[in-house]
C-alpha cells in the first residue's frame, strides 16, 4: 500500500495559537492531496484539499503542499477547543485511490 | 443530496456468521471505496470499485471478504465467516469521478462487533 506518514502526536495547543500539522507521501506521481478531520466516534469530514504546491487558504486553515520534498501540511490558526479532533491526511494515488495516513491527534486547551 | 449512506449503522454478529454491509454512494457519484479503520489506529483502504467493476482490491483479506458494486443498488461489503478480529468500524466513501481535482465524501460507517 502507498505511505502517507503523519506525526500521530498527541498534539496539544493552547487555544488561540497556531496548529501545525505535517504530513509526507511516497508516490511521486500523485496529485492530489486532502486533509480530513474526524471527531472521536465519527466519520472523516473533508475540510482543505489542496493540488498544486505552495498555499491554500480558507478561514482559519491553510494547506500547504511541496511535491518536490513530498510533504503536506496543514495549519490552523487561532486554534479552538472545537478544533480537537484527529486530523487524517490522504493522498490520491496514481492508480485513484485515496490512501490515508494513521493521523494526528490534537487537543486545544482552553 | 443526500450524503453517502450506510446501514446498518451497528452490526453485531456472532463468529462464524455472514455481514453484510452496505453503502449507497452520493448521487451522481460513480466511484466507492470502502476503509476499514480499528480503534485508535488510521484509514486502512480495502477496495475501489467503480458500477460493475473492482478496480483495486489490493486491500483486502483474501479470504472471507468480497464487495461489489452492481449497476442498480447499493455496493455491498460482505464478510464470511465473522472472527473476532473483524471487528471494526467500515467507511465508504463515494466520489464523482477520478483524476486530479476528485474529492471523497465519507459515509457515518458500520460498527461491526463479532460476540
Known amino acids: 500500500q502507498k505511505e502517507v506518514e503523519q506525526n500521530s502526536g498527541p498534539l496539544s495547543v493552547p487555544e488561540g495559537a497556531i496548529a501545525s500539522l505535517n504530513c509526507t507521501y511516497s508516490?511521486?506521481?500523485?496529485?492530489?492531496f486532502f486533509w480530513y478531520r474526524q471527531y472521536s466516534g465519527k466519520s472523516p469530514e473533508l475540510i482543505m484539499s489542496?493540488?498544486?504546491?505552495g498555499d491554500k487558504e480558507d478561514g482559519r486553515f491553510t494547506a500547504q503542499l511541496n511535491k518536490a520534498s513530498q510533504y503536506v501540511s496543514l495549519l490552523i490558526r487561532d486554534s479552538q477547543p472545537s478544533d480537537s479532533a484527529t486530523y487524517l491526511c490522504a493522498v490520491m494515488s496514481t492508480g485513484n485511490q485515496f490512501y490515508f495516513g494513521t493521523g494526528t491527534s490534537l487537543t486545544v486547551i482552553p | 443530496n443526500a450524503g453517502v449512506m450506510q446501514n446498518p449503522r451497528h452490526l453485531v454478529r456472532r463468529r462464524g456468521q455472514e455481514a453484510r454491509l452496505r453503502c449507497s454512494p452520493m448521487?451522481?457519484?460513480?466511484?466507492v471505496y470502502w476503509y476499514r479503520q480499528l480503534p485508535e489506529e488510521g484509514l486502512k483502504f480495502m477496495v475501489y470499485?467503480?458500477?460493475?467493476?473492482?478496480?483495486?482490491e489490493s486491500g483486502m483479506p483474501k479470504e472471507r471478504f468480497s464487495a461489489e458494486f452492481p449497476k442498480e443498488g447499493p455496493s455491498i461489503l460482505r464478510i464470511q465467516q465473522v472472527v473476532r478480529g473483524d471487528s471494526a468500524a467500515y467507511f465508504c466513501?463515494?466520489?464523482?469521478?477520478?483524476?486530479?481535482?476528485?474529492?471523497?465524501?465519507f459515509g457515518q460507517g458500520t460498527r461491526l462487533t463479532v460476540v
Open positions: 508516490d511521486r506521481g500523485s496529485q492530489s
Open positions: 466513501a463515494s466520489s464523482r469521478s477520478q483524476g486530479v481535482g476528485t474529492e471523497a465524501f
Open positions: 489542496i493540488y498544486s504546491n
Open positions: 448521487k451522481g457519484h460513480s466511484h
Open positions: 470499485l467503480q458500477k460493475e467493476n473492482i478496480i483495486d
